[in-house]
């Protein structure tokens, strides 16, 4: 197992919560749904949506821990196997500047449906060509390990694999993240192995 430790300020945000969805009015907008929670000090947020390139495409500042940003024709996130349909795993970041810290989170800009037989990304069917993944390795063990994920996934590609699920246990956000950036597909199983009550 890993141990990170780091040092936090007295104002400091525990979490974050965004959700993306086009917008509702018949525009090409899509809108982010962001809900920060915070602890210690005064409400103050500098939050903005950068794109792949560092250039800023919507801003938020203000006092209100729950907003709304706004995205002009955006570029939205599609599996790498999806190409035909627009940029691959294409990723935004939400930069959140609270006290003294900045907070950076990559998002895709994607809706996630099933209609009928189909599993719609972004409106367009998505072909599953996965596989069922655990964390274990032949030298290492089972856990997180940086350089067995890489290969993992480097691997996934070369076989032509476009999605994953989890094996009994969510897995470290770091893989998600490289998952999203590698435009990957993961079914993330939930921590209930053993409960038969529900």
């Not at 959700?19 to 509702?24: E, G, I, L, Q």
């Not at 706004?70 to 795993?89: C, F, H, I």
């Not at 274990?136 to 070369?158: E, H, S, T």
């Not at 094996?167 to 993330?188: R, T």
Request: proline share 5%; aromatic share 12%; with cysteine.
């Amino acid at each position: 197992h890993r141990v990170l430790l780091h040092s936090v300020s007295a104002a400091r945000m525990q979490d974050m919560l965004v959700v993306t969805m086009p917008a509702d009015d018949g525009s090409s907008q899509w809108i982010v749904n962001c809900s920060l929670n915070v602890t210690g000090g005064p409400r103050g947020f500098d939050v903005q949506l950068l794109d792949k390139n560092g250039t800023m495409v919507a801003r938020y500042g203000g006092d209100g821990s729950d907003f709304v940003l706004r995205v002009d024709n955006p570029k939205l996130w599609y599996p790498w196997t999806m190409s035909q349909y627009g940029e691959v795993a294409y990723l935004y970041t939400l930069q959140v500047r609270y006290g003294q810290d900045i907070y950076r989170q990559p998002i895709g800009l994607r809706t996630v449906k099933v209609e009928g037989t189909k599993f719609l990304i972004n409106g367009k069917p998505f072909y599953f060509h996965g596989v069922d993944k655990h964390e274990d390795a032949d030298i290492r063990g089972k856990g997180f390990d940086v350089p067995l994920i890489l290969k993992d996934v480097n691997m996934l590609k070369w076989l032509g694999v476009n999605a994953f699920r989890t094996s009994h246990y969510p897995y470290s956000q770091e893989l998600m993240y490289l998952c999203d950036k590698e435009g990957i597909v993961v079914i993330d199983e939930t921590p209930a192995v053993g409960l038969h009550e529900y």
